[in-house]
């Protein structure tokens, strides 16, 4: 009844975003706008990501997650609210980002908003771009405060130098930013729940400082959270492909494949899984369905599907998402 999902992006312009998404995935951004991401499955209030292909199109995420939730979701579970457990955006900073946090399931409720632990695969980076993300070694909560008040807030956070290939896990709790000069691929927990802790003195897009949320903030960090490491995991090679772990975790898994062009790999089914498409292309087959996937794709394989079959267009690198 199902078969492999692709859906049209979702792009929201950020006063940190730019046009990279063009460049890079040929998105169809809109002209004139910095776009800072583009959220390509998504199950939000207002933001119901469309099918683009096949029997479904025009359907959207909300509708199938309504219609269809056992024959999606297998034994995955859905967000606390009932909503599909994942969301999948890609990011294009060209300034910045918030210092920020996300709350933890602990502090989430108690100011109305929900957790997120996510991953960051870096697709692209400028010369020099790096991440803040965890604390420096010894910083305290006393002089993180302190440090708010004085405006020298990001003197407290670790910073770590990225190219593209490299990913970063980011649990509820953990500070974080995206520097300037990144595009990342953004496997997150269903929420859009973010408390800026400092934004770097500047305006939003309707010219007025945007919000700040110290005090949730600060009840939501985790101060013990010193100096995270980029993900170490080597590749493991099995004939024309090789894999590697990148997030293991009861929320979700994730795996980075690379296939040299001509490959084949088969998928096991019966569990939600997600593709998506860093460089390359590759067509994804399951039963008579087939869809054909180029860089910056995302596509959906409902846990009803039994097996699927990946064949690569072109050297090609992608994630696998398993939702547990």
């Not at 999606?72 to 300034?95: E, N």
């Not at 970063?168 to 953004?186: K, N, Q, T």
Request: neutral net charge; proline residues 6%; hydrophobic residues 45%.
């Amino acid at each position: 009844m199902l078969y492999p999902l692709v859906f049209q992006p979702i792009f929201k312009e950020r006063v940190w975003g730019g046009r990279e998404l063009e460049r890079l995935f040929a998105k169809p951004l809109p002209a004139g706008k910095t776009i800072g991401e583009s959220w390509e499955i998504a199950d939000r209030p207002g933001d119901a990501s469309v099918v683009s292909n096949g029997a479904l199109a025009g359907k959207n995420l909300r509708w199938l997650m309504e219609t269809y939730p056992r024959e999606i979701l297998g034994s995955a579970r859905p967000s606390a609210k009932g909503y599909f457990p994942i969301l999948c955006k890609i990011l294009d900073a060209r300034d910045k980002l918030s210092l920020q946090v996300h709350p933890p399931a602990a502090r989430a409720a108690e100011p109305h908003g929900e957790p997120k632990t996510e991953m960051w695969f870096i697709a692209d980076a400028a010369p020099g771009a790096e991440l803040y993300v965890g604390l420096k070694f010894g910083v305290t909560r006393a002089e993180f405060d302190q440090r708010i008040a004085d405006g020298t807030v990001a003197d407290c956070f670790h910073r770590v130098a990225v190219r593209a290939g490299d990913a970063m896990f980011l649990p509820s709790g953990r500070v974080h930013a995206i520097g300037a000069g990144i595009v990342i691929f953004e496997i997150q927990q269903n929420s859009d729940t973010t408390y800026r802790v400092f934004d770097w003195n500047r305006v939003g897009l309707d010219g007025k400082p945007r919000a700040l949320h110290v005090e949730e903030s600060l009840a939501s960090i985790n101060f013990n959270d010193f100096e995270p490491r980029l993900v170490q995991s080597m590749f493991s090679v099995d004939g024309p492909s090789r894999s590697r772990p990148i997030v293991r975790d009861p929320l979700f898994n994730v795996d980075c494949l690379e296939l040299k062009s001509g490959a084949r790999v088969r998928l096991e089914g019966r569990k939600l899984q997600i593709l998506a498409v860093v460089r390359g292309g590759l067509t994804v087959k399951s039963g008579a369905d087939a869809v054909t996937l180029a860089a910056g794709q995302f596509c959906l394989l409902p846990a009803e599907l039994d097996k699927t079959e990946l064949a690569a267009n072109a050297d090609t690198s992608l994630l696998r998402v398993e939702a547990n």
